[in-house]
């Protein structure tokens, strides 16, 4: 999918023979904010035009659970995880328990801890896969490449460890475009993306893996259903807006309710 820019306006002059006729033609690309600012896996730059997914609206919405209100376990142990916590042959099996909610506890020094509430019943595959990963120590040390202020907090690409200094400066071609070694389908978005909302980043259909991001303000308005939302964050909504290009994600640890 691609990333949300500014709506541009194209002039346009028009000459002919010895008469000059000069007309401006303002071409309006309608592209809302989010479309034109939009999430990507691709790329970290706002430029791009948006790629086509195949998630889409669910005809009726499932509620925010609260997890605040639910007993969890002890983090998760690794479950089979490869020997290279970044390569994966395959998409995950299922692994959690899908009648469960599932609680992501992500630290960044500096800034602090994020508690996402996951779940299942939004989107069983992807709250399956995060876990996975996530268990599995794949976000440890990975930083966030993408910050756009009042908007989203993007990261999950292993390619960028290293390759994301802090403003202004931009992160290297290296970065923005990697992922976990597989590939999984789009599901249907049943949930809107207010403030808080945990979605895969992709870059089209059916290409999400291990990048996401975290709404910094209410995108309700700002984005298509084109991206896997499965939870929301249940506390450490303040330290959001205060994560900085470059900062690092020292883990995510997750935990099963009980």
């Given amino acids: 999918m691609g990333q949300p820019g500014n709506?541009?306006?194209?002039?346009?002059?028009?000459?002919?023979?010895t008469v000059i006729v000069a007309a401006i033609v303002a071409v309006a690309v309608g592209f809302n904010h989010a479309a034109n600012s939009g999430v990507d896996r691709?790329?970290?730059s706002a430029s791009s035009a948006p790629a086509t997914s195949t998630a889409t609206a669910a005809s009726s919405q499932v509620p925010y659970a609260?997890?605040?209100?639910?007993?969890?376990?002890s983090p998760l142990a690794p479950l089979n995880p490869p020997s290279d916590v970044h390569v994966y042959p395959n998409v995950p099996g299922m692994s959690i328990d899908t009648t469960k909610l599932y609680e992501a506890t992500i630290t960044t020094p500096g800034r602090g801890t994020i508690v996402v509430c996951l779940q299942p019943n939004l989107a069983p595959q992807t709250v399956n896969v995060f876990v996975t990963l996530a268990r599995n120590?794949?976000?440890?040390?990975?930083p966030w490449h993408r910050v756009v202020s009042?908007?989203?907090?993007?990261?999950?690409?292993p390619s960028c460890i290293g390759n994301v200094p802090a403003l202004p400066a931009?992160?290297?071609?290296?970065?923005?475009?990697?992922?976990?070694?597989?590939?999984?389908?789009?599901?249907?978005?049943?949930?809107?993306?207010?403030?808080?909302?945990?979605?895969?980043?992709?870059?089209?259909?059916?290409?999400?893996?291990s990048q996401f991001f975290i709404s910094s303000a209410d995108n309700t308005k700002n984005l298509q259903p084109q991206y896997n939302l499965f939870g929301k964050v249940?506390?450490?909504?303040?330290?959001?807006?205060?994560?900085?290009?470059?900062?690092?994600?020292?883990?995510?640890?997750?935990?099963?309710?009980?």
């Fill in 234 to 258: 249940a506390s450490g909504l303040d330290v959001v807006p205060k994560v900085q290009q470059g900062d690092v994600m020292q883990s995510i640890t997750v935990t099963e309710q009980q």
């Fill in 137 to 142: 120590h794949f976000y440890d040390g990975i």
């Fill in 170 to 209: 931009t992160p290297s071609a290296a970065c923005g475009s990697g992922g976990p070694g597989f590939k999984f389908n789009d599901e249907p978005v049943k949930q809107q993306y207010v403030n808080g909302s945990i979605a895969m980043a992709n870059s089209g259909a059916n290409t999400n893996g």
């Fill in 150 to 157: 009042a908007f989203v907090i993007q990261g999950g690409d």
């Fill in 66 to 73: 609260d997890c605040t209100t639910a007993t969890f376990g």
């Fill in 7 to 17: 709506t541009r306006n194209t002039p346009l002059l028009i000459a002919a023979g």
């Fill in 42 to 44: 691709s790329t970290p």
